[in-house]
């Protein structure tokens, strides 16, 4: 039978939860946040394998629209003097080439693909964090991390599937990409901010924005 964890995030025990593909998940009843048992993450060699096939062209008019929400707010909220750095950029950073397009200044930093530890010793007005915040072996060692790269009132702008309780975590496409470690409720949104000490959250649908 599969005992408890330690949450990731908060520290928190964390109970069972469910069991799928031979992987436990558990339940954080501190940060509302859902978890991969940790001995089932991927190596780092698997997850590479796994990431090389994500198809993240910047000509794809499909994924070009499915950024566009965090495109379009960072474009609102930022003149072309802003700096900024998309963090866990992946094969193709497709929201920082089109920020690029028009005018945006934005360095690129990625375990695997852009791994350039330089861009990580200087601050942002704002960091992109597309798709990549549920890849988190450690979230709460990377969001302390990510706050110390933002200049004061800069903006980290995420995007993530959310769960909530209407969503049957059996059937959940989300859950089904093995490097897919961990799962945001709104109120684990909350619990960052409130912890990290961010001025403001902003939630629509799959946007996140945390304001210092």
């Not at 997850?47 to 929400?69: A, I, T, W």
């Not at 360095?107 to 915040?133: G, R, S």
């Not at 990377?142 to 706050?147: A, E």
Request: glycine share 4%; aromatic share 16%; charged share 25%.
């Amino acid at each position: 039978m599969p005992g408890v964890i330690n949450c990731t995030l908060c520290g928190t025990v964390a109970e069972f939860y469910s069991f799928f593909r031979e992987i436990n998940y558990y339940s954080c009843s501190e940060c509302f946040a859902i978890l991969m048992d940790p001995v089932s993450y991927l190596s780092k060699h698997e997850e590479k394998v796994r990431y090389d096939k994500h198809n993240n062209d910047v000509s794809d008019p499909g994924y070009r629209q499915f950024v566009k929400p965090l495109v379009d707010r960072i474009k609102f909220e930022n003149n072309r003097n802003a700096v900024g750095l998309d963090y866990g950029a992946g094969p193709g950073p497709v929201a920082s080439f089109l920020l690029q397009e028009e005018g945006y200044r934005i360095k690129l930093y990625d375990p695997f693909y852009y791994p350039d530890q330089a861009v990580l010793e200087t601050q942002y007005d704002f960091i992109i964090c597309c798709e990549v915040i549920e890849h988190f072996h450690f979230p709460y060692n990377q969001f302390v991390l990510l706050k110390s790269l933002l200049r004061p009132g800069g903006s980290l702008y995420c995007m993530t599937e959310l769960y909530n309780e209407e969503i049957e975590f059996e059937h959940w496409h989300y859950k089904n990409d093995p490097t897919h470690v961990f799962f945001y409720h709104r109120k684990t949104l909350e619990w960052i901010r409130e912890k990290l000490c961010f001025s403001d959250l902003l939630v629509a649908n799959r946007l996140i924005h945390f304001t210092l």
